[in-house]
């Protein structure tokens, strides 16, 4: 099966990786046909395990070889288009940016209705399954929401995608 690994804090925050390296290090796990795309931890591969296998051994190889831990999360290279396409509030306005984070798993309710409670004049918040949704009233450095209370309050880690990036992404599947 064709998946796309999403990796946390690939190229942010002094964690320089070439993106070479990064195939090589999937293609040492047994993954085929590995590419990435953009430099910001996006890794397109073929593999016959399950996700949270792959998951699993991700986050345990890299920490090993990078020296850093680093948060995965694997999606069907063909549920990637459809993740890309959803726009809860309907047309991004002009200016607006939406993200999507993506989780482990889906939320409990709890953590969801607390993390819907974020929402404010320049954040909006919606989930979808094991995807958070974002828009933001301009850049990602505009949010009035730091990726550390969103974690806390989602209770598990999460890395985040523009939908502009996605859906180029999806385009190469």
């Given amino acids: 099966m064709r998946y796309v690994a999403f990796l946390g804090g690939i190229n942010v925050g002094g964690h320089r990786v070439k993106m070479d390296e990064l195939r090589r290090h999937f293609s040492a796990l047994g993954c085929d046909d590995v590419s990435t795309f953009i430099a910001s931890g996006n890794v397109v591969f073929t593999s016959s395990r399950r996700p949270a296998a792959l998951e699993r051994d991700v986050e345990a190889e890299l920490p090993e070889q990078l020296g850093y831990g680093v948060p995965t999360f694997v999606r069907r290279a063909s549920d990637v288009a459809g993740i890309a396409a959803r726009t809860p509030w309907g047309a991004v306005p002009d200016g607006h940016t939406l993200m999507v984070w993506f989780l482990r798993a889906a939320p409990g309710a709890t953590a969801t209705r607390a993390t819907v409670a974020l929402s404010n004049d320049q954040d909006r918040f919606a989930v979808f399954g094991s995807e958070l949704y974002q828009q933001i009233g301009g850049k990602i450095m ?32």
């Fill in 142 to 173: 505009d949010s009035s929401v730091k990726a550390a209370v969103l974690t806390r309050t989602l209770g598990m880690p999460a890395t985040a995608r523009n939908t502009t990036s996605l859906r180029k992404l999806a385009a190469t599947l």
